[in-house]
Structures are given as C-alpha cells and as structure tokens.
C-alpha cells in the first residue's frame, strides 16, 4: 500500500458517516413536522390552499430519513483495513 | 450604500411570523450543522485531511458538495428572480450554463487536476507554467473569495432583517460564527458534510413553496396559461424560440447564449473555480473524482423546477410583482411566496433552508480561501518546508482571516442593484480569463510558461478594462449581463491571441516536466485506483456524463 493510501484509509476510518447526520435530522424534522400537521389549524389549512402540507411533508421528511438510516444500516461505509492505523 | 436594495430587502412586508416550532426548527440545524463540526474535528491529523478531506470522500456526498457549492441562497433567490423576469429562458443557466461544463470537466480535465495530485487549481498552473501565473491566479482566487463570501453574508443579513426582523448585526455576527466555528473545527470535511446536509434541507424547503404555488394557479397548465396573460406572455414559455435576433425576455441571441452563457461563462466558472474543484479533489479515487461533477449535473438539470417554476408562480400571484423598488422587486418571489403559501411549520424549514445555503455559499469560499492561501501563497512564498502541523496552523488563521475580511467586505455588495449580476461581473473578471489559459494549455503541451502568465494577465486585463469602460459609461450594453457575456469572450479571444504570438518567441518547458499535466502526456486514465464495484457501467464517468447531456438537451424540447 502506498503511502497515500494508507492516509486516505486512516483518514476515512475516521471521519464518521454522514448519512447519519442526514437521515437523523431528517426524522427529527419529520416527527416534529408530522405533529404539528396533526394539529393544524383552519387557518393553516387555508393559506396552504387546503393542502396538508405539514402532514404530507412531514411524513416524507420522516421516510427519506428513514431511507438514509437504512442505507447506512444495509451497506455500511467499507471497513478499513487493520493495518492502515 | 446604496439605498435601492437595502429599502426593498429590508421593508416590514416581507415580515414573517414564525413560530415556536420554526425556531424549533431552525435552532435544530444549528445544533446538527456546529455538531458536525465537532464531530470532524476528530478526522484531523494532517493538512490534507483539513484542506482536502485526506482524499477521502465518495462520489455521491463530493457530487452532492459540489452542486450544494453552487446552490447558494443568492443563486436561489436570483434564479426564481430572473425565472419571474425572464421566463423559461432562465433554464439556460441551468441547462447549456452548466452542465455541458460539469460533465467535460468530469470527463476531460478531472484527469489532469486529480491525476497530478495538485491541491488546488492555482497549484496545476504552477507546475504548468511558472510561478508568476501560479501567483496571480493564487492571489486573485483569494481576493474573489473574501469578496463573495462578503456578498453572501451581507444578502443573509439584508434578507434576514426582511424576513425575521434581526437586526443586520446580529445575522452577520451568527452566521459568520457558524460557519467560521465548523470550519474552524473541522475543515473541509464538515463544510462538504454541510453542504450535502444542506442541499436536502433546501429542498425540503423549496418544494412545499412549489406544490402549495402550482396547487394556487391549477397545476402546470394553469400556470401556463395564466403566464400568457402576463407581460411576460407567450416569450416567458420558450427558451429557444426568439433568440434569432435579441427580442426576446433575456435580451440575447442564440450565439450570445451558446457561446458567452454556454461556453466561456459557463466553463469558466465551473471547470477553473477552485470552491467547486476542491470538492472533486476531496474524493478517494480518479472515479469518484471524475464522477463529482457529473453526479452533481443530475440535481442541476432539475433544480429549476423549483427555482424557475416558483419564479413564475409569484409573477401570477403576487399583484405587481415587478416593482423597480419597494417589496415588490423579483428578487423577493421566494420570500414572497413564503410569506404567502407556507403555514408554521413548513415555513421554518424553508428558513432554515434559507439560512443553511447562505452559510454553505459562504463556507465554500472560505474553504477554498483558506486552502489557496495556505498551500498557495505561504507554503509556496513567505515559509517554504515547515512540517505539516504549522500549515495546518497557518489554515487555521487564514480561515479566522478570511471570515473577518468577509465581514469587512460585505458592504460591497451594497453597491449593485442586482446581486446576480454582479457575482457574474466578478465571475467574468477571473474566471473566463484563467479557463481559456487553462484549456490552451491543456490541449496545447507547446505553448511555453512565458505565454502562460502573459495571456492570463493580459486576458484579465482586457475583461477589466471593458468592465471599467462599462461603469464608466464610455461603452454602452444593454445590460449587466449582455456585458458580462461580451467581458468573457474578449478574455478568451485575447487570451488566446497573445498564447498564440508569444509561445512561438518563447522557450517551452521540458516536455518531461508536463507528465499528468497535459494532453498527450496523460499518466493513465484513472483505471489504476478503482475500487470494488468501480469497474460497473453506472459508475463510468463517460457513460453517467453522456447521459446527462443527452437528458439537457431532451428537456429543452418542451420548453423550446
């Protein structure tokens, strides 16, 4: 292995996955949007054309992230090799 | 200052009511995006994992970066301005204004920056040519950075008073914070994770804007028909079919929108920038560094559907949009049609979507400013072969550096009455200059070091000069941009003339010396660092990039 490489693996087993980040604030983002489209108001309703939109988009915001968890869960970023520390 | 965007960004009817959930909301992402930060902070031992990302990212997060790069807050809210102003013609600056770029970047030069494991794009002209290009470039790279990042922050106070009521002090001071402490921390590293984090955070605040927008007007034939009926009318739904002469809502023929928009603008800016190339050198092999850009063309070729598409919404339905000054300026469609369509809750996404690209715009020029001035200017000219651990010091200050200068400079852009324009003014000035030096260059293994310095100087002097007669009223365009179009095809062509007188009176460099650097004398074509799964048809960057362009030019044919 070339010396480049080796940095390039050590560097990679260290910086952590970002599809975590993603996909964690995705769910947060979700969830708080999804309550709050279970409580919105006539008002709301209204200036969103009658669309539920804090719902709808909630609940897509709460799958994609879900979407990126399992990914990460499923294909998880290749191991380092041992030697490369 | 001037008075012009100041009253139409800062007037009290654009005010927001934002709720407890959209702080919420917004207060969550900057707890993420600083924990990123912190969180990369750990992957830091060398200079190269700081500047570069030790060289180890995948294509899909560098692609995503590269695109987020470019997406920032002011070219959102331009695009969905010029989508109200011009109509479909916008999408040239999407379609043949970026990706034919994007895709022979990938395809042509990736090898050249990747393959001779430069560090950034002044650092290929160095070994290139000399170090007087090396230098010019190197310093003009880093002026334009602190002067863009300064833009950015400045518009993020400006429309944050508008939307929020902050006063302009504190979003500059919060959002410079930020994006400084994440820099700061971890690098390059968390500003690409940013970056990507933010290209779906603004998405999931633009589309709300576009679904409620098109459910208003009756869905797409609604909106095409109500169109019609505006002053745009009919023009506003074609992008090819009145460019034989200039009548048309841009202003500007085909052969100005081919070769000013389509060839030099757009392949200076997008193959020569260094804030976008870095991403593309961040990545772990000559694949994902060759595929960055040509993932990043997918999301560009759709991005106007909800940046275009809003633009023409809010020319149906807000009344007057248009106005020369006053809140009613196509430069707040976006923020217009929050006001209007979004109930709390998604509205506080679409803020933070807001907030998240004006920070990833400004993060992008800081860290390729900060890159450029320490490998570039101090590694190369003030303290040569100190260990590594000093320049990772010295990248550290410079990103402290540039974000006060940022600061300092952000009342520059005050003094343009559209912000697009002059970011093109800026883009003109540097970019179209260096990428015709840069593909001579490639192409051309001959032409000698001497011609090299002397055709960017004298290209940059020449797009300056015009640019300067332009403000001085000596000589006349009829816009902004048709000036910005002319600017960057004299540089070219100037460029190109004085390559051309000089190489021959000149010396060339050992040809020896051009291994990697030129056509002709490439060092392999990136098959000797595949990793597992590389070698499948999905991920050949000709084949992904082709593609790209075949699907440019089939969605123009609706909007013909």
Partial sequence: MTDNETERRSAAARLFDVRRVIGGLFVVYGAILTLRGLFDSTADLSKAEGLRINLWAGLAMLVFGLLFLAWQWLRPAEAPKADSE | ?560
Avoid at chain 2, 249 to 272: K, Q, R
Avoid at chain 2, 443 to 450: A, D, G, I, Q, V
Avoid at chain 2, 539 to 548: D, K, M, T
């Fill in chain 2, 1 to 560: 200052m001037d008075p012009f965007v100041v009253d139409t960004l800062a007037a009290d009817g654009l005010r927001l009511r934002l709720d407890a959930v959209d702080y919420l909301l917004v207060a969550l992402y900057f707890v993420t995006v600083l924990g990123v930060g912190f969180a990369a902070r750990r992957a830091i031992r060398t200079s190269v994992d700081f500047f570069l990302s030790g060289r180890s990212l995948p294509a899909w997060v560098t692609g995503l970066a590269f695109v987020s790069a470019n997406l920032g807050a002011l070219e959102i809210i331009g695009m969905a301005a010029n989508g109200a102003q011009y109509g479909y013609m916008t999408l040239h600056y999407y379609w043949i204004g970026a990706v034919p770029a994007m895709v022979f970047l990938g395809i042509v030069m990736m090898p050249f920056y990747y393959g001779s494991k430069v560090r950034s794009v002044p650092e290929y002209l160095r070994l290139r040519f000399n170090r007087p290009t090396h230098l010019f470039n190197a310093i003009t790279f880093a002026v334009a950075q602190v002067l863009i990042a300064g833009v950015n922050l400045f518009a993020l106070a400006l429309v944050m008073q508008a939307l929020l009521g902050w006063p302009q002090w504190v979003s500059i001071v919060v959002g410079a914070f930020i994006v400084l402490s994440y820099i700061l921390l971890g690098g390059l590293s968390s500003a690409i994770y940013n970056e990507v984090l933010q290209f779906f955070v603004i998405l999931a605040g633009l589309i709300p804007i576009t679904v409620i927008g098109l459910q208003k007007v009756g869905g797409f034939g609604g909106l095409m028909d109500a169109v019609k009926g505006t002053s745009l009318g009919e023009a506003g739904l074609h992008a090819w079919s009145g460019t034989g002469g200039s009548d048309n809502p841009l202003g500007a023929n085909w052969i100005g929108i081919v070769f000013g928009l389509g060839f030099v603008l757009s392949f200076g800016y997008w193959t020569t920038n260094f804030a976008e190339v870095q991403r593309a050198l961040s990545a772990r092999n000559m694949s994902a560094a060759r595929r960055t850009p040509i993932i990043a063309a997918y999301p560009k070729l759709l991005i106007p559907v909800v940046t275009v598409i809003p633009g023409l919404i809010a020319l149906i339905t807000v009344q007057g949009l248009g106005a020369k000054e006053g809140d009613l300026t196509y430069n707040n469609a976006i923020p217009l049609l929050m006001r209007d369509l979004l109930p709390n809750g998604v509205l506080g996404v679409a803020v933070t979507g807001l907030l998240a690209s004006f920070m990833a715009g400004m993060a992008a020029n800081v860290s390729g400013f900060n890159t450029v001035f320490t490998y570039d200017i101090w590694q190369e000219y003030v303290k040569k072969d100190m260990p590594d651990g000093y320049y990772l010091r010295v990248g550290r200050i410079a990103t402290v550096a540039g974000v006060v200068i940022g600061i300092g400079t952000a009342f520059i852009a005050a003094g343009f009455d559209n912000i697009m324009n002059y970011i093109q003014a800026l883009f003109a000035l540097f970019n179209a200059p260096l990428f015709a030096t840069f593909i001579i260059g490639m192409f051309w293994k001959r032409m000698t070091p001497l011609a090299g310095f002397l055709s960017l100087a004298a290209g940059s002097l020449a797009a300056l000069t015009l640019y300067l007669l332009y403000l001085g009223d000596v000589i006349k365009f009829n816009s902004d941009l048709e000036q910005s179009f002319w600017g960057a095809g004299l540089a070219f062509v100037t460029v190109a003339i004085v390559a051309a007188v000089v190489t021959p009176l000149t010396a060339p460099k050992p040809v020896e010396e051009l291994d990697g650097l030129v056509y002709g004398r490439a060092k392999g074509m990136g098959t000797e660092d595949l990793l597992a799964g590389d070698e499948a048809w999905y991920r050949n960057p000709i084949a992904l990039g082709l593609f790209a362009v075949a699907l440019s030019l089939l969605f123009y044919i609706p909007v013909w």
